[in-house]
């Protein structure tokens, strides 16, 4: 089993600064691609950000330059610092992993159960 963990939402006021991070754990061999969504209730969810094993990102237009995507390989974590916050970022957030796993080595896509960011004006 693996499981994605995330932490690090709340309340925050329009132009500040939250920290996401997320810990996967469980019958990992290693991990691909980490990183994180957003859906707001009747909407699709969307890519925020995306960082490989090797340290290449991808960020949606909407956060760029204000939000970044970092990990540790060792801890199998993932973090995501917003800044600037807008009230359009209001969301839940979810982890993200495309990662490899112990058994079988099968390659899988896991998800997190979200964290919710409230941004007020």
């Known amino acids: 089993q693996v499981q994605l963990v995330e932490s690090g939402g709340g309340l925050v006021q329009a132009g500040g600064s939250l920290r996401l991070s997320c810990t996967a754990s469980?019958?990992?061999?290693?991990?691909?691609?980490m990183g994180w969504y957003r859906q707001v209730p009747g909407k699709q969810r969307e890519l925020v950000a995306l960082i490989t094993n090797g340290g290449n990102t991808n960020y949606a237009d909407s956060v760029k330059g204000r939000f970044t995507i970092s990990r540790d390989n060792a801890k199998n974590m993932v973090y995501l610092q917003m800044n600037s916050l807008k009230p359009e970022d209001t969301s839940v957030y979810y982890c993200?992993?495309?990662?490899?796993?112990?058994?079988?080595?099968?390659?899988?896509?896991?998800w997190g159960k979200g964290t919710l960011l409230t941004v007020s004006s």
């Open positions: 469980g019958s990992i061999f290693s991990i691909n691609t």
């Open positions: 993200y992993a495309n990662l490899v796993t112990t058994l079988r080595h099968n390659v899988m896509d896991y």
